[in-house]
């Protein structure tokens, strides 16, 4: 049974920094690409950041590039992604998602999903 479990969510005022983790189970992790999304209230769930692989190419929304970081860690199964400079707007339920893609933005490509964790940025 493949399961994805996020954790790391919480409160933050704005300009604060949140560390979030999936820790992956049930596959291959080191065959599958990761990626983050995220879902407002009242929104469609969007793209934020994704990882290949082997952990050597990312890829980043325009409205995270320069503030978020994706990372994995093969041997353990997990990959994490380190939010810096936090704005309200970054308020959502943040999901990880696993894809036998290479590596892959599109949302329609991730097979696997996590439960999701909340993150509010307070102004």
């Known amino acids: 049974q493949v399961q994805l479990v996020e954790s790391g969510g919480g409160l933050v005022q704005a300009g604060g920094s949140l560390s979030l983790s999936c820790a992956v189970s049930?596959?291959?992790?080191?065959?599958?690409?990761m990626g983050w999304f995220r879902q407002a209230p009242g929104q469609e769930r969007e793209f934020v950041a994704t990882?290949?692989?082997?952990?050597?190419?990312?890829s980043y929304a325009g409205s995270v590039k320069g503030r978020f970081t994706i990372s994995r860690d093969n041997p353990k199964s997990t990959v994490y992604l380190q939010m810096n400079s936090l704005k309200p707007e970054d308020t959502a339920v943040y999901y990880c998602?696993?894809?036998?893609?290479?590596?892959?933005?599109?949302?329609?490509?991730?097979?696997?999903w996590g439960q999701g964790t909340q993150v509010t940025v307070s102004p």
């Open positions: 998602a696993a894809s036998t893609a290479w590596i892959t933005r599109l949302r329609r490509d991730y097979e696997y």
């Open positions: 049930g596959l291959t992790f080191s065959a599958h690409a």
């Open positions: 990882i290949s692989r082997s952990g050597g190419s990312t």
